[in-house]
């Protein structure tokens, strides 16, 4: 089927840059199926190019075991699509609804801001400012004196999650569009920490340090199931981390997923948790502490999505988590970025759409009277298969050198790398999905049974599959297989 691949392909080679990928794999890269999602800007190139990303990722580390030449990548684009936005289609039940009843956007005295309280402790924060109340209505009338800046700033002192509505031209000089502009859409440090020496500093729960640094140095991946034999270890929550490691379960890592004991997001585990095992731990209690040591010392890939300083402050920070886990791959996210004045503010991506300019150049575009931002969770999704990417290419990396390596993102820098690449979209909307859309199996989870959209990813020779079908928070011991 013609297909217009430029601007995908553009896409991705951005991306596989960043990734500091061999350009020459580039031309294994392709696209196939029309169409693209109802937006100002590219969505679809931007699920395609992300997820091919992953998917160059997963062939050049399969060259190593199969000592030729990497593998040709294909994505689906209208599949692709689909993966951005739900990729479970249940069977009898009704998932939870992925949204708190005020959570939305709200008319301001001059112009609008979104409130974010799908966390009850966000809630609890926006309405510690305007009042409790249990619905929209309610909210709207609190809302409606504010000025839109004055309350994100007095829900974001007190703990909360806001975003007032700016343009694209009011984020380009604002100190933090400013800042995010001069990131690189991957942050790459090569840690000294050489796999071969296997020393830590830590003792006692952590003799194993140095048995898994041996283990680590014998590695190699295997030829049908990439990842098999990797352990990745996901701090992550929401979206974008899940969606990458999701995508390392599919190519056989052994995930393990922590949780504190009352973090709970139900309107996304049953999508989100496929191919996951899913525990819990309190990082502030000593017998969890010691669990979770012990569990990182024997970590290959770390995926974390928690404010920058977050693991700090629990004694987790960059230099300990390389004395226990010498040769870790460390893959972390933010919402803003990491340098500027917003370094480490809350958010998630229905709040970057609205500080980033997003939702308005598509209300402006479009000509709605309210903020219209991109028809999925873009940011989200996009910076997820690009961690799933920059994972895999430490791993591959780390087989060349023994050493481990770390990879940042943010919600903020992909959108920018979406407003850079901002083009005329394909007038072809996608078509309704069909039957043949989904995998003829059913997958027996605890909510009932469902089926999924068919993976978008071809690699020759090498099936994405997963060995665990999602399943609650919790629902595992926190311990590897």
Same mark, same amino acid.
């Given at each position: 089927?013609?297909?217009?691949?430029?601007?995908?392909?553009?896409?991705?080679?951005?991306?596989?840059?960043?990734?500091?990928?061999?350009?020459?794999?580039?031309?294994?890269?392709?696209?196939?199926?029309?169409?693209?999602?109802?937006?100002?800007?590219?969505?679809?190139?931007?699920?395609?190019?992300?997820?091919?990303?992953?998917?160059?990722?997963?062939?050049?580390?399969?060259?190593?075991?199969?000592?030729?030449?990497?593998?040709?990548?294909?994505?689906?684009?209208?599949?692709?699509?689909?993966?951005?936005?739900?990729?479970?289609?249940?069977?009898?039940?009704?998932?939870?609804?992925?949204?708190?009843?005020?959570?939305?956007?709200?008319?301001?005295?001059?112009?609008?801001?979104?409130?974010?309280?799908?966390?009850?402790?966000?809630?609890?924060?926006?309405?510690?400012?305007?009042?409790?109340?249990?619905?929209?209505?309610?909210?709207?009338?609190?809302?409606?004196?504010?000025?839109?800046?004055?309350?994100?700033?007095?829900?974001?002192?007190?703990?909360? &999650?806001?975003?007032?509505?700016?343009?694209?031209?009011?984020?380009?000089?604002?100190?933090?569009?400013?800042?995010?502009?001069?990131?690189?859409?991957?942050?790459?440090?090569?840690?000294?920490?050489?796999?071969?020496?296997?020393?830590?500093?830590?003792?006692?729960?952590?003799?194993?340090?140095?048995?898994?640094?041996?283990?680590?140095?014998?590695?190699?991946?295997?030829?049908?199931?990439?990842?098999?034999?990797?352990?990745?270890?996901?701090?992550?929550?929401?979206?974008?981390?899940?969606?990458?490691?999701?995508?390392?379960?599919?190519?056989?890592?052994?995930?393990?997923?922590?949780?504190?004991?009352?973090?709970?997001?139900?309107?996304?585990?049953?999508?989100?948790?496929?191919?996951?095992? &899913?525990?819990?731990?309190?990082?502030?209690?000593?017998?969890?502490?010691?669990?979770?040591?012990?569990?990182?010392?024997?970590?290959?890939?770390?995926?974390?999505?928690?404010?920058?300083?977050?693991?700090?402050?629990?004694?987790?920070?960059?230099?300990?988590?390389?004395?226990?886990?010498?040769?870790?791959?460390?893959?972390?996210?933010?919402?803003?970025?990491?340098?500027?004045?917003?370094?480490?503010?809350?958010?998630?991506?229905?709040?970057?759409?609205?500080?980033?300019?997003?939702?308005?150049?598509?209300?402006?575009?479009?000509?709605?009277?309210?903020?219209?931002?991109?028809?999925?969770?873009?940011?989200?999704?996009?910076?997820?298969?690009?961690?799933?990417?920059?994972?895999?290419?430490?791993?591959?990396?780390?087989?060349?050198?023994?050493?481990?390596?770390?990879?940042?993102?943010?919600?903020?820098?992909?959108?920018?790398?979406?407003?850079?690449?901002?083009?005329?979209?394909?007038?072809?909307?996608?078509?309704?999905?069909?039957?043949?859309?989904?995998?003829?199996?059913?997958?027996?989870?605890?909510?009932?049974?469902?089926?999924?959209?068919?993976?978008?990813?071809?690699?020759?020779?090498?099936?994405?599959?997963?060995?665990?079908?999602?399943?609650?928070?919790?629902?595992?011991?926190?311990?590897?297989?």
């Amino acid at each position: 089927m013609s297909v217009n691949q430029q601007p995908a392909h553009a896409m991705l080679s951005s991306a596989w840059s960043a990734l500091r990928g061999d350009p020459a794999m580039l031309d294994a890269a392709g696209f196939v199926e029309e169409g693209a999602l109802p937006a100002f800007f590219p969505v679809t190139d931007l699920a395609s190019a992300t997820m091919a990303a992953g998917g160059l990722a997963i062939s050049e580390l399969r060259s190593h075991a199969t000592s030729t030449v990497p593998a040709s990548v294909t994505v689906d684009r209208r599949l692709a699509s689909m993966w951005f936005h739900w990729s479970q289609r249940p069977i009898g039940w009704v998932p939870p609804a992925p949204w708190d009843p005020i959570a939305g956007d709200y008319l301001a005295s001059d112009g609008w801001i979104r409130l974010h309280t799908n966390a009850p402790h966000h809630r609890k924060a926006a309405e510690r400012i305007l009042g409790e109340h249990q619905d929209k209505a309610g909210m709207a009338k609190a809302v409606g004196p504010w000025k839109k800046a004055e309350l994100e700033q007095a829900i974001v002192e007190v703990g909360g &999650c806001a975003a007032e509505m700016r343009s694209l031209e009011s984020w380009a000089v604002h100190p933090q569009g400013i800042a995010v502009a001069s990131e690189p859409l991957l942050h790459w440090q090569q840690m000294q920490d050489e796999i071969r020496r296997g020393q830590s500093n830590y003792s006692d729960p952590l003799r194993g340090t140095m048995r898994q640094a041996i283990s680590r140095s014998t590695w190699r991946p295997d030829a049908t199931r990439p990842l098999y034999g990797l352990r990745v270890l996901d701090l992550t929550r929401v979206l974008a981390g899940p969606a990458a490691t999701r995508f390392l379960a599919a190519y056989g890592a052994d995930v393990l997923r922590i949780d504190p004991p009352t973090w709970d997001e139900p309107g996304l585990v049953t999508d989100l948790t496929l191919g996951k095992r &899913c525990a819990r731990l309190d990082l502030h209690k000593q017998d969890d502490r010691a669990i979770f040591e012990n569990l990182l010392s024997t970590t290959d890939i770390l995926v974390h999505g928690y404010r920058p300083d977050a693991l700090e402050r629990l004694g987790f920070g960059v230099e300990a988590r390389r004395h226990l886990a010498p040769g870790l791959v460390d893959v972390c996210l933010d919402a803003y970025g990491w340098t500027g004045p917003w370094a480490g503010r809350r958010g998630f991506d229905s709040l970057v759409q609205m500080s980033t300019g997003i939702a308005d150049a598509g209300m402006q575009a479009s000509g709605a009277d309210k903020p219209k931002p991109l028809p999925v969770q873009a940011l989200d999704h996009g910076t997820g298969y690009l961690m799933a990417a920059a994972a895999v290419r430490g791993i591959s990396e780390r087989l060349k050198t023994g050493r481990g390596i770390q990879a940042r993102l943010s919600l903020a820098r992909t959108a920018k790398f979406l407003l850079d690449h901002a083009t005329p979209n394909d007038t072809t909307a996608l078509a309704a999905e069909t039957p043949a859309d989904l995998d003829p199996w059913a997958e027996h989870t605890t909510w009932g049974e469902a089926r999924r959209v068919r993976w978008p990813v071809a690699t020759d020779g090498c099936e994405a599959k997963w060995n665990y079908t999602a399943s609650p928070l919790g629902s595992s011991p926190a311990e590897w297989v």
